[in-house]
């Protein structure tokens, strides 16, 4: 492997390379820089030659990274970070700042909290950026090389690395038109055996226990239920999810249209009910509320930067 020599190597070209990992593209990163798409070329030429490894290479989805470089990535982001951090003001002025945030999030929480985060966060902070993305499996992995810098979601265990906060609890209620059928009577166990149901979930809930899946130091829920649908309809004959959708607001338009019923968050499901024309039912069984929690990187604690992100989902959770 070519040796690398610091004291020539241009630190800019760092920056190059972390913009390329997190947009996968000449252009994004070009744009997210302030560079032209030629000079980001150039920029990671110089970049290869120096670290004798090709980086980035084009594939369908973009320039993917290859082993070295996604090696590296952890290591580097947290240095970028450490930088930005011994270099930056000593604190956080939200007006003044140019920097680019990361939330992921489900879809249905990003429904229910993030109209109220980013309304503030244009008049906080009208230069930086936020983005917001869909929650996957890899955001322990997100988390740690900083692609990811708050994450929302139900989350179990987690490692000493990650800190995990409770934002708010939600009840779950079963959502159906409002001229179906059975919307004019009370929801029983039997009724839910005979209906076809959709539940709100991420796509890889095939290779969930229990439903939760566990990666790269976090586990997650990935069905917004607790196990209380399963105890109670484990005596029926015609039991069974007919449907999985990972859009919150796609499964309620779903069951607007359908003689389907979905399980669904109590304040999305309200949010929406007079728009789709919807009707919400309480659950016929013992039904505990699950938790939204956040999630951040422990080193990450003491960022003016995060905690004032931080504290705007805080907020956005207490008014709801």
């Known amino acids: 492997m070519k040796e690398v020599h610091f004291q020539t190597l241009d630190l800019n070209l760092l920056r190059v390379f972390d913009a390329l990992a997190e947009e996968a593209s000449v252009t994004r990163a070009g744009r997210r820089l302030g560079l032209t798409q ?10 290869r030659f120096a670290l004798d490894d090709e980086l980035f290479v084009r594939g369908p989805e973009g320039m993917r ?11 580097l982001r947290r240095a970028l970070d450490q930088l930005h951090a011994a270099l930056g003001p000593t604190a956080f002025v939200p007006a003044e700042s140019t920097r680019r945030f990361s939330i992921a999030a489900p879809s249905a929480a990003a429904t229910l909290l993030l109209p ?14 936020l983005r917001i993305q869909r929650i996957g499996a890899d955001i322990g992995e997100a988390l740690a090389n900083g692609r990811v810098d708050l994450a929302i979601g139900g989350f179990g265990r987690v490692h000493s690395g990650f800190i995990k906060e409770t934002l708010l609890e939600e009840r779950m209620v079963w959502v159906m038109r409002a001229d179906h059928p059975c919307a004019a009577a009370p929801l029983t166990i039997e009724r ?31 069905v917004w239920d ?49 728009a789709y024309g919807l009707k919400l039912m309480d659950p016929p069984y013992e039904a505990r509320p699950v938790t939204l929690d956040l999630l951040w990187r422990a080193d990450q604690t003491d960022q003016p930067a995060i905690a004032w992100l931080s504290n705007l989902l805080r907020d956005a959770a207490a008014e709801l």
């Open 116 to 129: 109220q985060v980013i309304d503030r966060f244009r008049r906080e902070a009208p230069n930086a950026g």
């Open 192 to 222: 839910l055996c005979e209906l076809p149901l959709l539940m709100l979930s991420i796509v890889e809930v095939g290779e969930a226990v229990e439903g939760r899946v566990a990666a790269g130091g976090v586990e997650r829920r990935v």
């Open 65 to 75: 990274p290859t082993a070295r470089a996604a090696e590296i990535r952890p290591q």
């Open 226 to 274: 607790d196990g209380g649908l399963d105890k109670a309809l484990e005596g029926c004959e015609k039991r069974g999810v007919a449907v999985t959708v990972d859009d919150a607001q796609a499964a309620l338009a779903i069951v607007s249209r359908t003689d389907m019923a979905a399980l669904a968050p109590r304040r999305l499901a309200l949010a929406w009910a007079d």
């Open 38 to 47: 030629s000079a980001v070329s150039h920029a990671l030429n110089r970049l």
